[in-house]
């Protein structure tokens, strides 16, 4: 993706993983062989590929650079973490090497912004070291919505899997590491950075604007 800039503002994409690489068949429990060839002529060329049959899926983080700040919205799958396919992949190198390549280490990320708690949106948010799962943003505070986060715990004490396991290990360690900010759907770090509650793919998920020089962008994730 080319930079997008806002004002002050710049946002580029760290990609995890893209292309054409997942069946509708097996993304959507209720596929319908008709209601796809009626839309696939709007989805043709860029969501689906024909030749292969899948669609166009990628996993991203957004790395936000205003005057003030180094954020992040979303951290894609992340390395290390145990899940069972398609979540985890080869070469999950590649997101921390675009990260490096725009010049951002993981010490100047000031914020880290979760728009909702998916396994695809938190993975990067910690980092094994010495058999425990720790922040890989040392200096960062992390941004989850305060219900999202309560529906999750709550999950993960009823043993539920998948869920319970995404929860422990890339969302409870950032708060017992006093470094979660569990907020409100009015939450503004700024007059640059605020939500908008947008509930329905997950219990509490989030859009984040960005606003600069009477410019707005919004950052729409799922
Ligand atoms: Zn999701």
Wanted: charged content about 25%; some cysteine; overall charge negative.
């Amino acid at each position: 993706m080319r930079q997008i800039r806002i004002g002050d503002i710049t946002i580029d994409a760290v990609i995890e993983r893209e292309g054409p690489w997942r069946r509708p068949q097996d993304f959507f429990p209720a596929y319908n062989e008709a209601v796809f060839r009626r839309h696939l002529p709007d989805m043709e060329p860029e969501f689906f590929d024909t030749a292969s049959g899948k669609m166009f899926i990628t996993y991203q983080t957004f790395v936000v650079r205003t005057p003030r700040h180094t954020i992040l919205v979303d951290t894609c799958t992340g390395e290390d973490k145990g899940h069972p396919p398609p979540f985890d992949f080869p070469g999950k190198e590649r997101w921390r090497n675009e990260l490096f390549a725009l010049g951002v280490s993981f010490e100047q990320i000031d914020y880290v912004f979760c728009t909702h708690l998916h396994i695809d949106h938190t993975g990067w948010n910690t980092t094994l070291r010495d058999g425990r799962w720790v922040p890989t943003f040392p200096n960062a505070k992390y941004i989850f919505h305060k219900r999202e986060y309560a529906v999750w715990e709550a999950e993960y004490a009823k043993g539920a899997e998948p869920p319970g396991k995404v929860f422990r290990d890339n969302c409870l360690p950032i708060v017992e590491a006093g470094q979660a900010l569990l907020v409100n759907d009015d939450y503004a770090l700024d007059d640059t950075v605020t939500l908008t509650p947008t509930p329905g793919h997950s219990p509490c998920h989030c859009c984040v604007n960005i606003f600069s020089k009477g410019q707005h962008a919004v950052v729409a994730a799922i």
